[in-house]
Nanobody
């Protein structure tokens, strides 16, 4: 069992920055891959970024490449998402997920492979 808690969301203007955090507990943090997902009103959940257990591999959606940076600190049981150059289309609820069971491939991007989710944190970007 893993508990995940996101924080760091807020309302910012276009071009601004945010740093999201996801604190994990309940299992050894090194034992699961992590990912950030987002869901806008009326849209399906989509992957934003993912990171492997040892941070050796990362994945970014095309829409966020060059602007978002995913990282994790296994000693602190925390994953981060640094978001720069925010755009209105980035507005969504951002969720962190933990994948304890998928070991094939460098990272996991399919939401169905994630076993635990946080409650989400709202990111709102205004013009």
């Amino acid at each position: 069992q893993v508990r995940l808690v996101e924080s760091g969301g807020g309302s910012v203007q276009s071009g601004g920055s945010l740093r999201l955090s996801c604190a994990a507990s309940g299992r050894a943090f090194i034992n699961y891959a992590m990912g950030w997902f987002r869901q806008a009103p009326g849209k399906e959940r989509e992957v934003v970024a993912a990171i492997s257990r040892s941070s050796s591999s990362t994945y970014y959606a095309d829409s966020v490449k060059g602007r978002f940076t995913i990282s994790r600190d296994n000693a602190k049981n925390t994953m981060y998402l640094q978001i720069n150059s925010l755009k209105p289309e980035d507005t969504a609820v951002y969720y962190c997920g933990a994948d304890l069971t998928t070991w094939s491939g460098p990272v996991t991007t399919n939401p169905s492979n994630y076993d635990y989710w946080g409650q989400g944190t709202q990111v709102t970007v205004s013009s």
